[in-house]
């Protein structure tokens, strides 16, 4: 008996040994993206943080001024201005992309899966942003434009696309569906590859067409992959900044000056660090509560498959 329940008692020791291994090889393959988070996203965010509540310069010192930036924020009508082309265009980009996307997706899904028109998908989301604004800017260019040249021969007009400030945001809000939009739609037809061939067997039975079948059967079991799409859209969008410094740079009349470009405005331009900083926690506030209200709307968690 004294044998048994010796050997019972080191199972457990055994166990607890190897459980405890286990944690230590975890740890430390977990090590070196822990270290990289606390260096280059938890440090930041803190200094941002702390240079929030200080007149801070990239010439001086930084000097505690307690929630003076924030106030000055909130009254600041350029900020407003700015989140109001921010969300124009986020509107605009988000909107198009998604539906252009889930066209694409539910193309591929019924009626071929090419892996070259997959693959052609992806290529202009490959090209840097800065390449795409560029070349977006020369094709849409009043004067010398190729679009521009082709509208004029139909006798409708050169329109400003970037010159006007009526055009800019939605102008900048296509180019960027145009380099984003395959990507998406590569993402969402992933999820589409989820869902049980029977389920649409089903619906083909008892007479369902097609339209019915998109809105009855893919999209309720689309919304865990579509959640997370619009999500990342949505925070990718209010981080427009490297199309707008390429092509506009704020402009005509500041109506293509986004928050991004903004806040790059007063921390590089105009030395502004700290309130800059304080537009930047700002705009992670605003970006979380937004989150929260689209997860929540949506409820992503609640999956359909089961």
């Known amino acids: 008996m004294s044998l048994n329940n010796s050997a019972a008692a080191k199972q457990p020791r055994r166990r607890k040994s190897r459980r405890e291994n286990d944690q230590r090889v975890a740890w430390f393959f977990i090590a070196p993206v822990l270290i990289g988070f606390a260096i280059f996203y938890l440090y930041p965010t803190a200094r941002g943080l702390w240079w929030s509540f200080t007149d801070y310069s990239l010439l001086s010192a930084p000097r505690f001024i307690g929630a003076d930036n924030y106030v000055a924020v909130i009254h600041d009508s350029e900020f407003w201005h700015s989140m109001l082309a921010t969300g124009e ?24 899966r090419s892996v070259i028109l997959r693959t052609t998908l992806l290529v202009p989301w ?51 569906t145009w380099a984003y939009v395959g990507y998406t739609a590569l993402l969402l037809y992933a999820g589409m590859l989820q869902i049980p061939q029977d389920v649409y067997e089903a619906a083909a039975i008892d007479g369902a067409s097609e339209w019915h079948v998109f809105l009855r059967v893919t999209l309720p079991l689309l919304k865990p992959v579509l959640a997370l799409v619009l999500v990342v859209s ?10 707008v410094a390429a092509t506009t740079r704020g402009q005509p009349a500041n109506a293509s000056r986004v928050i991004y470009y903004y806040i790059y405005q007063q921390a590089f331009n105009f030395f502004h660090m700290g309130y800059a900083a304080t537009m930047a926690i700002l705009l992670v506030l605003i970006l979380g509560v937004l989150t929260f209200v689209q997860l929540w709307l949506l409820r992503a968690s609640e999956s359909q498959l089961a």
């Open 89 to 112: 265009y986020v509107l605009i980009n988000v909107g198009s992309q998604t539906v252009l996307a889930l066209l694409l997706a539910t193309l591929m899904h019924r009626l071929t």
């Open 126 to 176: 490959l090209v840097p942003n800065v390449t795409v604004g560029l070349m977006w800017f020369w094709l849409l260019d009043t004067n010398l434009g190729f679009i521009n040249k082709m509208l004029d021969s139909m006798g409708l007009g050169p329109i400003g696309f970037f010159s006007s400030p009526t055009w800019v945001i939605p102008t900048i809000s296509m180019v960027n």
């Open 234 to 243: 949505l925070i990718g969008s209010f981080q427009i900044f490297d199309t």
